[in-house]
């Protein structure tokens, strides 16, 4: 109530009007709700609910700029496209169906090695030539089962079914040197600089220089089944092996016992990739009874997240440029997915092949991936574009200057090993 309406209240009293126009029962009810203003310190002189600014007008802006603005929104989000069709398919005649191999790598020069039948051909991403190294199967002597080019993409390691490991020159097609030792199959292979790590069907993992004549230089010994995954972080500090006794451990490169073993998988563990954003976080996936990802923090050896797929996991891949991953899968959806990290939300699922994806491997500029399967045939699926760098243009160039002159440094040391060693076999 404010000081009109009480002073209009009592000219009605005083002139004995009704009391009804002020909205009160009477004379008494003022006093009393007088003495009651003034117990709480209310003044009746002032609004007790005033507007501190303009009350809001009924006027709408024009239907017009309304709409422009909505569009602006919805066009500044620009959603990714992601092909469900392979930009390309291959024949891959005579293919390993076998999920303890790895007869797929990509290299650094953009050429694709792929073991068909016991032969490695290579084709040629930038123009689509294609060439065949060891045509003859007397020189690799048997067959092969793992392939792996070194990071300067001049070489390529080769694993053969009778535990031999091979360096092979492919501009030259020429065997530089056989490094025996494993007395089984050796169905993957990893670098790491001038050491080739190979693990064998019996559980163990051979850690070779090829620098030197004695190229044995450590034996791992961590697994009881087929070693069928191995991994180097980029830093060249820590090993992932994988195997068919669902284990994952990781080597420390100065020791010869495992820095950690992870039993959590319960199927064979081939497929292992260290996050190359996070160098600490590694991804591993388990095969068909597990159906599995698990993701570790490698330095304080917990499990950081999981996620079950519904199908065996058969290769993993980190996106270079986006939070993402992307699985390759066998029994039974024969598919990749590709995942938001570390939501794992998924972001697209794609029916891949008509078998089993077995092999995978991610292109140098890091936008596209080939896979390979059971059906015999080698797709390559454009799964990310390259982020605007500008801002980062300086330090990549330099970044990309110093890898150059580390990785020629590497080349001429393998280089002059082989050319003044050829008698090493």
Not at 166 to 177: F, M, P
Not at 290 to 306: C, L, R, V
Not at 395 to 409: A, G, I
């Amino acid at each position: 109530m404010n000081s009109s309406q009480l002073n209009l209240v009592r000219n009605n009293i005083r002139d004995n009007a009704k009391y009804t126009d002020s909205g009160l029962a009477g004379y008494s009810d003022i006093l009393y709700q007088e003495n009651i203003a003034k117990a709480l310190s209310i003044n009746f002189d002032s609004r007790i609910l005033t507007f501190n600014a303009e009350p809001p007008t009924n006027e709408r802006p024009p239907l017009r700029s309304s709409w422009r603005e909505s569009l602006k929104s919805v066009s500044s989000v620009v959603r990714r496209r992601i092909p469900t069709q392979a930009e390309r398919v291959l024949d891959a005649p005579g293919i390993g169906d076998d999920y303890y191999t790895n007869l797929l790598d990509w290299s650094s020069k953009n050429i694709v090695a792929i073991a068909l039948d016991s032969k490695i051909y290579l084709w040629n991403a930038n123009n689509g030539d294609v060439n065949v190294i060891c045509e003859d199967n007397s020189r690799i002597n048997g067959d092969v089962c793992s392939i792996s080019w070194t990071q300067d993409g001049k070489y390529l390691g080769v694993g053969t079914s009778e535990g031999d490991t091979q360096i092979w020159d492919v501009e030259q097609d020429r065997k530089l040197r056989s490094m025996y030792g494993h007395i089984t199959r050796v169905g993957v292979l990893s670098w790491n600089k001038y050491i080739l790590s190979s693990g064998c069907r019996d559980g163990s993992i051979y850690q070779h220089d090829v620098r030197i004549e004695k190229h044995k230089t450590q034996e791992l010994l961590g697994h009881c089944a087929e070693v069928c995954g191995l991994s180097w972080k980029s830093d060249g500090q820590l090993l992932a092996s994988g195997g068919n006794d669902n284990l994952v451990n990781i080597w420390d490169i100065r020791s010869s016992l495992p820095k950690m073993t992870k039993s959590n998988h319960r199927a064979a563990v081939k497929a292992l990739a260290w996050c190359p954003w996070q160098s600490n976080i590694l991804a591993t996936g388990g095969g068909t009874s597990d159906k599995t990802i698990h993701f570790w923090n490698t330095t304080t050896e917990k499990k950081i997240n999981s996620i079950f797929t519904g199908s065996q996991v058969t290769s993993l891949i980190w996106s270079l440029d986006y939070k993402e991953i992307l699985s390759s899968h066998g029994f039974p959806n024969n598919n990749i997915t590709l995942w938001k990290y570390p939501t794992m939300d998924r972001i697209i699922n794609i029916q891949a092949h008509d078998a089993r994806v077995l092999f995978s491997a991610i292109s140098p500029d890091g936008q596209c991936v080939a896979t390979a399967a059971g059906d015999e045939t080698l797709k390559f699926w454009k799964i990310w574009k390259e982020k605007d760098k500008k801002n980062s243009a300086s330090t990549s160039h330099l970044n990309k200057e110093n890898d150059s002159s580390s990785k020629n440094s590497e080349n001429d040391i393998l280089m002059s090993t082989f050319l003044n060693k050829n008698e090493i076999r």
